[in-house]
């Protein structure tokens, strides 16, 4: 069974607390302009609060696991060359003719 409560903690901030018997308990503090907008959005795309939190820490993680292997793949290419081969450069063109793309 899913639990979520909102807690109003004042100074403009609301605290997100979700509980389920497979996931693991987590509070949020958000300022109230975030969490009316998170409120709206939620009701507006049909989820629950705690749906929608961990819908955008899932994106957010992605999103910063993307960029890592892109930095890790830039620090790779700084040092080795990612440029092809002549003989391959020629083949690609003679392949590839005078397509049109």
């Given amino acids: 069974m899913l639990g979520v409560s909102q807690i109003d903690m004042g100074a403009g901030h609301h605290v997100l ?3 389920s018997k497979t996931d693991m308990r987590t509070t949020v503090s958000l300022p109230d302009h975030l ?3 998170a409120e709206a959005l939620a009701r507006r795309l049909g989820l ?3 749906e929608l939190c961990a819908t955008a820490v899932a994106e ?3 999103k910063h696991t ?3 292997v892109t930095a890790r793949l830039d620090r790779i290419y700084a040092i080795e060359s990612s440029s ?4 391959l450069q020629r083949a690609q063109r003679l392949a590839v003719g005078q397509e049109r793309w």
């Fill in 17 to 19: 607390q979700s509980s």
């Fill in 48 to 50: 629950s609060r705690n």
């Fill in 84 to 87: 092809l081969d002549p003989e």
């Fill in 66 to 68: 993307a960029s890592e």
């Fill in 60 to 62: 957010f993680v992605a």
């Fill in 35 to 37: 969490s009316t907008a």
